[in-house]
């Protein structure tokens, strides 16, 4: 599948954005989908992954309890929302599938929250 990220914006600490991955070429349908974040000069971070097929989600410690993934199946996307937004969640965010020894990276949108 391929892989489609919107979204992103500029927000004010404490505000909230929601962040989108479409995918198409296919359904999400076996796949594990997940967010990644990079900020400036840092290294890709693993922010949450959730299994299509189950509905079981994980997320980084960081972002407990601010951020939740939910699906529209119909639409096949996941989103991620996310509250209490801080200047340290400032990054280009990505999507990812996976299943097996396949996946897809979508391109970034990117996320900055002014102090």
């Known amino acids: 599948v391929q892989l489609q990220a919107s979204g992103g914006g500029l927000v004010q600490t404490g505000g909230s954005l929601r962040l989108s991955c479409a995918a198409s070429?296919?359904?999400?349908?076996?796949?594990?989908v997940g967010w990644f974040r990079q900020a400036p000069g840092k290294e890709r971070e693993f922010v949450s992954a959730f299994r299509w097929s189950g509905s079981t989600t994980r997320y980084a410690d960081s972002v407990k309890g601010r951020f939740t993934v939910s699906r529209d199946i119909a639409k096949n996307t996941l989103y991620l929302q996310m509250n209490f937004l801080k200047p340290e969640d400032t990054a280009v965010y990505y999507c990812?599938?996976?299943?097996?020894?396949?996946?897809?990276w979508g391109q970034g949108t990117l996320v900055t929250v002014s102090s």
């Open positions: 990812k599938s996976v299943r097996g020894v396949t996946s897809s």
């Open positions: 070429g296919g359904t999400f349908s076996g796949y594990i």
